[in-house]
Nanobody, 120 residues
Framework: VQLQASGGGLVQAGGSLRLSCAAS????????MGWYRQAPGKQRELVAS???????NYADSVKGRFTVPRDNAKNEVYLLLNNLGPEDTGVYYC???????????????WGQGTQVTVSS
C-alpha cells in the first residue's frame, strides 16, 4: 500500500495550485485522508483533512483559501490551494488511515511529499 502525491511547484503570491494524492495497493477501506506541510525549520503541521463521509477540517491559516475534496471510488484526495502566500511554502505530505489486507486495523500511511514554493 502506498500514497503517491503530485502537483507541487513554484507559483507567485496570489496564485493557485492543485495537489493530488492517490492510494494504491491492497486496500480494504480508507478512513481519514489529509494533507500536512512542513516549512523550513518548522514542525510538520496539519493543513486539511477529510473523512470518508466528507467531513472536513482545516488549519486556521488556510480556511477560506484551501479545499480538500476526495474521490472515494478512486482512493484519491486533492488539495486545492488558492490565494497562496509565501507563508504557504513548504513540503506537502498526504496521509491516510488505511485498512488493508496486509495488516489488522487502520494504519497511518504517508506519501513522499511534494514541494510548494510561493514567491512574493
Amino acid at each position: 500500500v502506498q500514497l503517491q502525491a503530485s502537483g507541487g511547484g513554484l507559483v507567485q503570491a496570489g496564485g493557485s495550485l492543485r495537489l493530488s494524492c492517490a492510494a494504491s495497493g491492497s486496500i480494504i477501506s480508507i478512513n481519514v485522508m489529509g494533507w500536512y506541510r512542513q516549512a523550513p525549520g518548522k514542525q510538520r503541521e496539519l493543513v486539511a483533512s477529510v473523512t470518508r463521509s466528507g467531513v472536513t477540517n482545516y488549519a486556521d491559516s488556510v480556511k477560506g483559501r484551501f479545499t480538500v475534496p476526495r474521490d472515494n471510488a478512486k482512493n484519491e484526495v486533492y488539495l486545492l490551494l488558492n490565494n497562496l502566500g509565501p507563508e504557504d511554502t513548504g513540503v506537502y505530505y498526504c496521509n491516510a488511515a488505511i485498512q488493508s489486507t496486509n495488516w489488522r486495523g487502520l494504519r497511518s500511511i504517508w506519501g513522499q511529499g511534494t514541494q510548494v514554493t510561493v514567491s512574493s
